[in-house]
């Protein structure tokens, strides 16, 4: 049973940054893509930013393009959102995800975290 652990979230101000981690357990991170999404109440479900199987692609959503920047370190079974230069409209839950897609930015995702809260204030 794969399960994804995310941390890292919390309260900052806007302009400030904050490290998101996911933890991959019963499995290893290096057998899946993973990718970082969030929800802010009373909207949709937006796909934030996604690295492939081996990292060797990777998306960014324009509205986080610049500031926020995806890793992942397959050793630890853990993938990293680095968000910089955060706005109050980043402000949302974020929830990781694996896909078993093993080429490029998959569509599909199999497992999900809890997600972490992110707020910013400004």
């Known amino acids: 049973q794969v399960q994804l652990v995310e941390s890292g979230g919390g309260l900052v101000q806007a302009g400030g940054s904050l490290r998101l981690s996911c933890a991959v357990s019963?499995?290893?991170?290096?057998?899946?893509?993973m990718g970082w999404f969030r929800q802010a109440p009373g909207k949709e479900r937006e796909f934030v930013s996604g690295?492939?199987?081996?990292?060797?692609?990777?998306y960014v959503a324009d509205s986080v393009k610049g500031r926020f920047t995806i890793s992942r370190d397959n050793a630890k079974n853990t993938v990293f959102l680095q968000m910089n230069t955060l706005k109050p409209e980043d402000t949302a839950v974020y929830s990781c995800?694996?896909?078993?897609?093993?080429?490029?930015?998959?569509?599909?995702?199999?497992?999900w975290g809890q997600g972490t809260q992110v707020t910013v204030s400004s």
């Open positions: 690295i492939s199987w081996k990292g060797g692609s990777t």
């Open positions: 995800a694996a896909s078993r897609v093993v080429a490029g930015i998959p569509s599909v995702w199999d497992y």
């Open positions: 019963g499995g290893t991170s290096s057998s899946y893509a």
